[in-house]
């Protein structure tokens, strides 16, 4: 495409130089005009060079751009898990999302956290104009493909992410064609490098184990470390009226709903960016917390980067209801029928 542009320059350049060359030759002797004529020749050398010039200047920025992205891209780790993808077929693409957190505060060891885990779990299914996102709460009781036992979803993460996509793809039947994962520490500093995001609170929230403190209720700009207390929150607590209430319902269901908000959030913000040295650092900066699977090329990720810059993705919740096993361990099942139901817009 660039070389294109550079042969309609040129063409451009030399069209216009012969068209005011032409004026100054008489229709009826060809005779040339009066010396006042040659200026215009003048200009149309100067524009045509001027679009030469410009074409150039397209192209290598053109080829420079390609090279960084190349740079940026090969930064990124890549996951040998292409035995249990699922090859595309049809309009439909979906990609098993993980937010994995490593425990890490400013560079030290949080407490009582230890190595990384799945902490978010979503299936994101892109379609056309279209987007949808399914939240698998970690604590849905399954079958470790690695084990053949029972146990939480997230669990399965433990033996490595091939192992988490063979347990959606066999508990739940949705096809995987890409995996993509992030640590929670990336994310605190692409909400950094956009300048924070917005979310709107009902009351003033906080919660003492994560950090999270919104003093009062509105929309609320988090910058990214306010952004991480509130994706980490397991302990969300409202000031309602002068009193502190504690959130009701199921906590993971609670959780995951804010991980989307926050997803959601941070999409709109990226898709707003029209700064391509904002957008270059963003990348940039969340290439070392990424991992992608290996059969990912750069041209694929960079249509899932556009993608999410134009795309509102829905949030379906997953129907779930909450049971103590045999060993008394609090999991969530599948309520049915409501669930596959639910899972039949993934499959």
Do not use: C
Request: charged share 20%; glycine share 10%; proline share 5%.
């Amino acid at each position: 495409m660039p070389i294109l542009f550079l042969i309609i320059g040129l063409a451009l350049g030399i069209g216009a130089e012969r068209v005011l060359g032409a004026r100054q030759a008489t229709p009826e002797t060809g005779a040339s005009t009066p010396a006042t004529a040659k200026p215009p020749r003048r200009w149309g050398r100067i524009l045509g060079w001027t679009a030469v010039v410009l074409v150039v200047v397209m192209l290598a920025t053109a080829v420079g751009g390609y090279f960084w992205a190349r740079s940026v891209f090969n930064k990124i780790e890549t996951v040998d898990v292409a035995d249990v993808l699922t090859p595309r077929s049809g309009g439909a693409t979906n990609y098993l999302l993980v937010g994995s957190d490593n425990g890490r505060e400013g560079g030290e060891q949080r407490e009582n956290v230890q190595g990384a885990r799945s902490d978010t779990i979503m299936v994101l299914r892109v379609e056309g104009s279209s987007a949808t996102m399914l939240s698998l709460n970690r604590d849905l009781w399954v079958a470790n493909p690695a084990t053949g036992e029972n146990g939480r979803l997230n669990a399965t993460y433990n033996t490595g992410p091939a192992n988490l996509i063979q347990a959606v793809t066999e508990n739940f039947g949705i096809p995987i064609n890409n995996y993509i994962e992030i640590d929670f520490v990336s994310f605190g500093g692409l909400v950094d490098s956009f300048g924070g995001i917005d979310i709107g609170f009902e009351n003033p929230a906080f919660d003492l184990a994560s950090g999270l403190d919104v003093p009062e209720a509105g929309l609320v700009h988090l910058d990214g470390d306010q952004a991480l207390a509130y994706v980490r929150s397991r302990h969300y607590a409202e000031r309602i009226n002068g009193e502190v209430v504690l959130e009701g319902g199921l906590p993971d269901v609670n959780r995951t709903m804010r991980q989307q908000t926050f997803l959601r959030a941070v999409i709109a913000m990226a898709g707003a960016k029209r700064n391509p040295l904002t957008l270059m650092s963003a990348a940039d900066k969340m290439s070392g917390g990424l991992v992608i699977d290996n059969t990912m090329t750069m041209w694929q990720a960079a249509r899932f980067a556009w993608a999410m810059g134009r795309l509102d993705p829905v949030s379906v919740p997953l129907p779930v209801t909450p049971r103590t096993t045999s060993g008394g361990a609090a999991v969530l099942d599948l309520d049915q029928p409501a669930a596959t139901a639910v899972l039949d817009q993934f499959r």
